[in-house]
């Protein structure tokens, strides 16, 4: 059971971290941010930005199934691996330098994972 939620769990936070990620460029791609019509068509018709969507729904989807077999004592911590792929998107997509006390950070939601996963 166990093992099945940790490789669901990292299944939605991918999702979740994918559609920040395409969300991220989708904004860049759109330009300076404005209240305008011509702004919001901009975004929603981006390739990039609709795909955010799709990501969230499907991860939506998957946390419907991940709290109706799983207990929502362990489930809900599982979240939090959408952090450490955060940070692992950061520096394939975005080449950003992460410090040691962020890694930190990252290591102890692993550690906390895997305690609430036992």
């Given at each position: 059971?166990?093992?099945?939620?940790?490789?669901?769990?990292?299944?939605?936070s991918m999702l979740l971290s994918g559609g920040q990620v395409l969300m991220?460029?989708g904004l860049a791609k759109a330009g300076d941010f404005s209240w305008t019509c011509d702004y919001f068509r901009r975004l929603f018709l981006n390739?990039?930005?609709?795909?955010?969507?799709?990501?969230?729904?499907?991860?939506?989807?998957?946390?419907?199934?991940?709290?109706?077999?799983?207990?929502?004592?362990?489930?809900?911590?599982?979240?939090?691996?959408?952090?450490?792929?955060?940070?692992?998107?950061?520096?394939?997509?975005?080449?950003?330098?992460?410090?040691?006390?962020?890694?930190?950070?990252?290591?102890?939601?692993?550690?906390?994972?895997?305690?609430?996963?036992?």
């Open positions: 059971m166990m093992l099945k939620l940790l490789s669901v769990s990292l299944l939605q991220k460029f390739w990039q930005f609709a795909s955010c969507g799709l990501c969230y729904g499907a991860g939506s989807i998957l946390w419907m199934y991940i709290i109706k077999h799983f207990p929502f004592s362990m489930a809900y911590p599982m979240v939090s691996l959408s952090y450490v792929m955060g940070m692992i998107a950061a520096i394939v997509f975005f080449h950003e330098q992460i410090p040691l006390t962020r890694w930190i950070g990252v290591f102890l939601i692993l550690t906390g994972c895997v305690l609430i996963a036992k």
